[in-house]
């Protein structure tokens, strides 16, 4: 029997083509990176609902019974304090916080429902809620690992690698966190060297960490200095990010309500996430899981509003399961899509920016990676995800930063762009005359209309190979793996940096030296 391919005409393929063709192997030049404009991609289908309108309710219900039965322990005497004088139940001594949901539905509505980030370059502003979606690399992973030098503890030289890497990828918009922890400096002053690097090395929107008021400080001086911001103008302007985990279940810490704190006093965005993984630190359910994640997430949220009316927050949702066998953390799961698709659900019903991640449990860039890893970004985007966390280089369940997963990730990253850019059309997209002019039983290969369009017609992938069987066995059978070992080689070569005012760099290194020369933050050893 013929089959289908061998039964179709044998169209030659015109000289431009073949000369694309040959050039899918090269491993230098202009397309060795196809990418577009920065430019943030924007939510083009209605987002999926995992649950009606009444199940909604239901989980919104039982969310608010939470706090006003069960209570949240805040551990910060402050925020008691406040919370105290706007309603909550506290008695006298205890650390639990009673609400009830007339006080925390008024505080939540006083957040913005969308607002702008500002960037070091202002063509990199993010706008951060409505149909807006930002990709931001893998965060604070306390390993790396590529092909070359294997598994190993992060270290400053491979963190500044994946600030290049983010830096050179327009699909990346914004760096939410040190790719890698850069052990290698110590913890009282590491703060200092990373914010330091990362307003050097990128000019995209970052975040700093609530780990202490030291360094919630130092992070948002740093900030105000490297954009030339004064004082008045940096409460005014959001532009620098922070996530407040709680930690699940019920309980939001000293450091993480310092930084909802002292983010909310400067204007600043604060990413309220719980870490609620179904069967571990979250009921075994994921609707008693969600219902936990939302009780915290507007705890937290609400308390931002008692700071500071109006302060920028972002609901996050990182709602997952285990694996009951292990008891380690499962991403890319049919769960953990169904719990991203209904955290934005949530998100919308408060009329919040929703802030979601592309994450695997993969140890290595292999099928479980891609698998897990798509299903993750689908769950995301369908869920209307707008801040799409840890969305190139994530392995091994956060434990590991991976230079070839960043690769293979961004092609995947861009393959999303690509799905949610408008289909064109027009009059001339319609090809009506080159359809006219072919007729029947021929090809387009040499139509004007194709001439004119094929360098971009289709997106053109970083990863993929699309050269036949023999050519890519002669060339010695390379996998993704290889080509992205490669190429984040390449793309690191290519880098450049962005330009910086030098007396804003003075600026910067004057501060970092001076509050190292005051020890830095305080730690325990």
Request: aromatic share 8%.
């Amino acid at each position: 029997m013929t089959s289908e391919i061998e039964a179709a005409p044998k169209a030659e393929v015109p000289p431009a083509r073949r000369g694309r063709r040959r050039r899918s192997g090269d491993k230098s030049g202009p397309d060795l990176f196809p990418q577009k404009p920065f430019k943030q991609p924007r939510h083009r289908f209605k987002p999926l609902e995992v649950v009606s309108a009444d199940e909604l309710e239901a989980i919104h219900d039982a969310s608010m019974r939470v706090l006003e039965e069960i209570g949240i322990d805040f551990l910060h005497e402050d925020a008691k304090t406040w919370l105290k004088a706007a309603g909550a139940d506290i008695k006298p001594g205890e650390d639990r916080v009673r609400m009830d949901r007339a006080m925390v539905e008024e505080l939540v509505a006083k957040a913005p429902g969308q607002f702008t980030v500002r960037a070091r370059n202002r063509a990199h502003d993010l706008q951060i809620g409505g149909d807006a979606i930002a990709f931001s690399c893998v965060a604070s992973a306390p390993n790396v690992v590529d092909k070359d030098k294997g598994r190993r503890a992060g270290n400053q030289q491979d963190y500044r690698n994946f600030l290049k890497l983010s830096q050179h990828f327009n699909i990346i918009h914004c760096t939410m966190g040190y790719p890698v922890e850069p052990v290698d400096i110590h913890a009282s002053v590491r703060h200092l060297d990373c914010l330091a690097d990362m307003l050097r090395i990128t000019d995209k929107v970052f975040h700093i960490y609530s780990l202490g008021r030291e360094r919630n400080l130092d992070g948002l001086e740093l900030t105000r200095i490297g954009y030339g911001l004064t004082h008045e103008e940096f409460v005014r302007t959001p532009s620098v990010l922070t996530v407040i985990n709680t930690s699940s279940p019920l309980r939001l810490d000293t450091p993480m309500l310092t930084g909802l704190i002292e983010m909310a006093k400067a204007g600043q965005v604060s990413i309220v996430t719980p870490f609620t993984l179904a069967g571990a630190m979250a009921p075994v359910t994921i609707a008693g899981a969600l219902t936990l994640q939302n009780a915290e997430a507007l705890a937290g949220i609400a308390f931002a509003q008692l700071v500071r009316p109006g302060a920028p927050v972002v609901y996050g949702g990182f709602t997952s399961n285990v694996d009951m066998k292990s008891g380690a953390p499962a991403f890319g799961t049919p769960e953990y899509m169904k719990a991203a698709i209904a955290g934005g659900q949530l998100a919308r019903r408060y009329n919040l920016p929703y802030r979601t991640s592309g994450v695997c449990a993969a140890n290595t860039v292999d099928y479980q990676a891609a698998l897990e890893t798509t299903l993750s970004e689908w769950g995301a985007i369908n869920g209307g995800g707008n801040l799409i966390k840890h969305a190139a280089g994530w392995l091994e369940g956060g434990l590991s930063a991976g230079f070839e997963k960043f690769i293979t990730d961004i092609d995947l990253l861009q393959k999303l762009q690509e799905y949610l850019t408008p289909l064109d059309v027009s009059e001339d997209a319609l090809a009506l005359e080159a359809i006219r002019d072919v007729g029947p039983a021929g090809h387009f290969f040499g139509t004007e209309h194709t001439q004119a369009r094929y360098k971009d017609a289709f997106y053109a992938p970083i990863v993929s190979d699309w050269r036949n069987y023999e050519t890519w066995a002669e060339a010695g059978s390379p996998i993704a793996y290889d080509k992205a070992n490669m190429l984040y080689k390449k793309a690191l070569e290519a880098y450049e940096p962005p330009p910086i005012d030098p007396a804003i760099d003075e600026e910067i290194t004057a501060f970092v030296e001076r509050r190292k020369a005051e020890g830095g933050a305080p730690t325990d050893f």
